[in-house]
């Protein structure tokens, strides 16, 4: 992908710079080819992004089958719209969008688990603004996230938090995104997203605490 | 049992003086709580915060020991979340994927 940088003046006297992708001309002929309907081309897309987009559904929708199903769709939609494909994004961002949109509609329309009650992460505090209850480090132990078990219980945590942290922990800690990119995804502000974010994370926090905590001495 | 007791009662003491200092200046720091201190630590990571702010949070932290426990867990469940491994997919789900792909592109 080739980014174009442009620059514009804000009110403010800020310079706000504008990226533009365009298609690589690998990418472009890779798309040609899609077009032409070449069974190698579908075969490298598919082994370059099945993997990334299957992923990102799980972590988002929380259940192999409907992460296997979001998968699916997002490829066979490709198929569908590659030949008026604009080019303005590569095919990985667009796929990654598609793949992002259908795992939400999917978690939503789903709706299969009653959503646990989360504390306010702002009530553990006393009036005088002090922690509430003692906080503790965490077992260095259970910090190897390659354990099964330390998976186990992040991913569960995360599955466990309300659609909103959720979303956003999903996007920004797990997948990396942008604040700007994800306040597009979510059609939200970025500084909502912000403030989502932080309030997922200091739940998150809370959450693990319970079982990572050190013993109480 | 005695050493006990008496890290509790320093600990007590330490926990009012902080109350006490939340709110005011002490040598040109305004003093914050553990509460302001969790506001803004994604600020503080960041580093968004003004220098002013940051050495307000500096001086808590290198008076509280509970923010600092705080802080590093809030730091490492940033760290388990960037690091979880990714789930390989069904070898049964894959082929099935690519045949369904390959026969509709061929119509
Ligand atoms: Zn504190």
Redo the contacts between chains.
């Keep these: 992908m080739i980014l174009h940088v442009s620059w514009t003046i804000s009110g403010d006297g800020k310079p706000n710079p504008h990226l533009e992708a365009t298609l690589s001309e690998a990418e472009a002929a890779l798309v040609g080819r899609l077009v032409e ?1 070449e ?1 190698s081309a ?2 490298e897309v ?1 082994t370059d992004h ?2 990334r987009i ?2 990102l559904a ?1 972590r988002i929708t929380g259940s ?1 089958e409907d992460a ?1 199903e979001v ?2 769709d997002t ?2 939609r490709m ?1 569908d719209k590659v030949q008026q494909f604009e080019g303005r994004a590569s095919l990985g961002t667009w796929l990654y969008r598609v793949g992002t949109n259908q795992a939400l509609m999917k978690r939503r329309s789903t709706g299969r688990r009653q959503e646990q009650s989360w504390d306010d ?2 009530a553990a ?2 009036e ?4 509430a209850t ?5 077992r260095g132990s259970v ?1 190897d ?2 354990k099964e078990e ?2 186990r219980i ?2 569960q945590a ?1 599955d466990d938090l309300p659609e909103d942290y959720r979303n956003v ?1 999903v996007l920004a ?2 997948e ?1 995104r942008s604040r700007q990119e994800i306040a597009e995804i979510l059609e939200i502000s970025v500084p909502a997203v ?1 403030s989502r ?2 309030r997922a ?2 739940a ?2 809370t959450k ?2 319970a079982e ?1 905590e050190e013993a109480k001495e | 049992m005695r050493a006990r007791q008496e890290y509790n009662t320093m600990k007590r003491m330490m ?1 009012r003086m ?2 006490w200092a ?1 709110g005011r200046k002490i040598m040109g720091i305004q003093m914050v ?4 201190v ?2 803004v ?2 600020d503080y990571l960041d580093g968004e915060l003004s220098r002013a702010e940051r050495r307000s949070i500096t001086a808590h932290l290198a008076l509280c020991s ?2 600092r ?2 802080l ?3 730091r ?15 070898r049964k ?2 082929e099935g ?2 045949n ?3 026969d ?3 119509h």
């Design positions: 309907r069974e579908l075969l598919l099945q993997s299957f992923n799980l192999v296997e998968t699916q490829f066979l198929l992460p702002m505090f006393t005088d603004g002090l922690h003692p906080i503790r480090k965490w910090l996230i390659q330390t998976a992040v991913r995360v922990i800690d797990l990396g912000k974010l932080h994370r200091l998150l926090r693990l605490a990572f | 926990r902080m109350a939340f709580s553990c509460r302001e969790s506001q630590l994604q509970e923010c426990a705080f590093s867990t809030y490492e469940t940033l760290s388990l979340l960037g690091r979880l491994p990714s789930t390989p997919m069904s789900f894959s994927l690519e369904l792909l390959l509709r592109l061929s």
